[in-house]
């Protein structure tokens, strides 16, 4: 992910990143879904967070509801994970005054 930031200036290329991800948290390889959880932080790092008055803030909330989900799994390493990025997610529109 990091190598290819520069690929995510597009608004509709960093939307269409965020579901694919989300997708591999329900795989079945926990190998998978805690890379998926990396791949999480590497995004938040990558993009720039969404305003709010431009109506893009509502991929924040869908990866939120996405992440949570997965709080309540049953290996810890992938609850930690999940929590991990949730918080780097907060952290990151915190700073950004959102």
């Not at 992910?1 to 965020?18: K, S």
């Not at 879904?33 to 938040?44: I, N």
């Given at each position: 992910?990091?190598c290819?930031a520069?690929?995510?200036?597009?608004?509709?290329?960093?939307?269409a990143?965020?579901?694919r991800?989300l997708r591999?948290?329900?795989?079945?390889?926990?190998?998978?879904?805690?890379?998926?959880?990396d791949t999480?932080?590497a995004y938040?790092r990558?993009?720039a967070?969404?305003a709010?008055r431009?109506?893009s803030?509502?991929h924040?909330?869908?990866?939120?509801?996405?992440?949570?989900?997965?709080?309540?799994?049953?290996?810890?390493?992938i609850?930690?994970?999940?929590?991990?990025?949730?918080?780097?997610?907060?952290?990151?529109l915190?700073?950004a005054?959102?």
């Amino acid at each position: 992910m990091t190598c290819c930031a520069h690929q995510l200036d597009d608004a509709g290329r960093v939307l269409a990143v965020y579901p694919r991800l989300l997708r591999l948290l329900d795989d079945s390889s926990d190998d998978v879904r805690l890379a998926a959880c990396d791949t999480f932080t590497a995004y938040v790092r990558c993009v720039a967070p969404p305003a709010p008055r431009d109506g893009s803030a509502a991929h924040v909330a869908a990866i939120y509801d996405g992440l949570l989900v997965h709080l309540d799994d049953h290996d810890p390493a992938i609850q930690q994970a999940v929590l991990g990025h949730a918080l780097s997610l907060t952290l990151r529109l915190l700073d950004a005054d959102l």
